[in-house]
């Protein structure tokens, strides 16, 4: 077989593969809906934060389709559409546990989604300065809210989730394993 039909059999079945994209978001879209009726359990109750999440991915859009060649004028929207996914993914979880309390102590990641937007709108310049800066900003606001996190839950609120305790352990344990990587290279 020559190295060129092989090449038209690989993209007929990636052809075929993206043709069969829609028909499984149908499948699924089917089965959540069955689940629901089934179950007797209103969709919007859990999914409403995805109308926050949505626009967000809208305006995450020009930076996510610019090129190193051709770079959109509205890649800058990044910014907004990581906050606006931020926003959405904390309501989403906050929604799922009923803890809207955590608003206390949540509002530094969204300061972080927005060195996360600039990051991702430079991501084609990985030496630009923001890359650097906005990793350790992005790491501050994430200690700061997790410091916050204990303070309001132990201290305010009075409650302890046995979940935060281990949070806590795991990012401690993923930055021991981070620096002892970084100290290797």
């Given amino acids: 077989m020559s190295e060129d039909s092989v090449l038209k059999i690989e993209e007929a079945g990636k052809l075929q593969r993206r043709q069969a994209?829609?028909?499984?978001?149908?499948i699924a879209i089917g089965v959540v809906l069955l689940l629901s009726s089934l179950f007797n359990f209103h969709l919007i109750n859990v999914l409403w934060p995805g109308f926050v999440i949505a626009p967000g991915l809208m305006l995450l859009w020009p930076?996510?389709?610019?090129?190193?060649?051709r770079p959109k004028s509205l890649s800058f929207l990044a910014v907004p559409g990581a906050m606006f996914i931020t926003i959405g993914t904390l309501l989403f979880?906050?929604?799922l546990t009923n803890h809207f309390e955590a608003w206390a102590y949540s509002w530094p990641l969204i300061f972080a989604s927005v060195a996360w937007g600039l990051m991702y709108m430079k991501r084609f310049e990985p030496e630009h300065r923001v890359h650097h800066t906005g990793y350790n900003f992005m790491r501050?606001?994430?200690?700061?809210a997790m410091g916050f996190t204990?303070?309001?839950?132990?201290i305010v609120f009075g409650s302890f989730n046995p979940l935060l305790p281990l949070g806590v352990i795991a990012f401690g344990i993923y930055l021991l394993v981070?620096?002892?990587r970084n100290g290797k290279q």
């Fill in 21 to 26: 994209l829609p028909a499984y978001g149908v």
């Fill in 150 to 154: 204990v303070f309001f839950e132990l």
């Fill in 63 to 69: 930076a996510y389709s610019s090129t190193p060649d």
């Fill in 140 to 144: 501050l606001m994430v200690l700061v």
């Fill in 93 to 95: 979880i906050m929604n």
């Fill in 178 to 180: 981070k620096e002892r």
